[in-house]
């Protein structure tokens, strides 16, 4: 089983310089006693468009916004270049499981038993206008460390946490419940999971409880001989 590819967060600080009342004055120019501010002025504030183009009638949830388990977020990004995704995300539910209760039969490297196994249970809808049929989920877990950590992905079937990425085809309007699994590195904790799509986007996050898995439902039982 691979390794979860793992990416340091460069926490960056936007710092936005504003410059009210500022006039240039030259000559015989006299300088006004108070500075008209565009509401003054009739102008109606800028909408700041969408970080990426969506159809008609979809609003993109913020970025930077914190949400707790259970709740949406609409969000876009690129699967490849040319091509701009779409989904509803609902966070449903945070799992911790051991390697001793969900992964008895793989074979596991040193490195990846050092480490504490997640699942994240989600329900995601293609609000968008592309088939994002096949591809990963595009959600991280974060760590204790401000590290991203991506879902390890299944040659096979992995039963206890299942899908992990979209079915085959995953056309505009489908909703889907999927599992992740992650790997955190060095007996990590998961504090949050994040849509992060570039380095640039403030991500949009989910924190809550970390429960321990769901048993397993008995499969039913066919009806009983008359």
């Not at 990426?52 to 914190?66: I, T």
């Not at 079937?157 to 992740?180: I, M, N, S, Y």
Request: include cysteine; glycine fraction near 8%; hydrophobic fraction near 30%.
């Amino acid at each position: 089983m691979p390794r979860p590819a793992r990416h340091r967060l460069a926490l960056a600080t936007a710092l936005t310089c504003g410059l009210a009342g500022l006039a240039a004055c030259s000559g015989d120019d006299e300088p006004t006693d108070e500075p008209t501010s565009s509401s003054d002025a009739g102008e109606s504030p800028s909408v700041e468009p969408p970080y990426l183009p969506v159809p008609a009638g979809v609003e993109l949830s913020e970025q930077g916004s914190e949400l707790a388990v259970g709740e949406s977020a609409v969000v876009a990004y690129q699967p490849r270049q040319e091509a701009v995704g779409v989904l509803e995300v609902t966070v449903d539910r945070l799992e911790r499981t051991t390697f001793k209760k969900s992964f008895a039969g793989w074979q596991l490297s040193a490195d990846n038993r050092k480490a504490n196994p997640y699942f994240v249970r989600a329900t995601v809808t293609n609000r968008g206008e592309t088939d994002l049929g096949g591809r990963p989920v595009p959600l991280y877990i974060v760590d204790g460390t401000d590290t991203l950590i991506e879902a390890t992905r299944f040659k096979s079937t992995f039963a206890p946490c299942t899908p992990g990425e979209f079915p085959k085809k995953f056309p505009p309007g489908r909703t889907k419940k999927v599992c992740l699994v992650y790997l955190s590195p060095d007996k990590g904790d998961l504090v949050a999971v994040s849509f992060r799509p570039t380095q640039e986007f403030d991500p949009i996050t989910w924190s809550g409880e970390v429960l321990e898995p769901e048993p397993k439902k008995p499969k039913g039982k066919g009806r009983p001989n008359r």
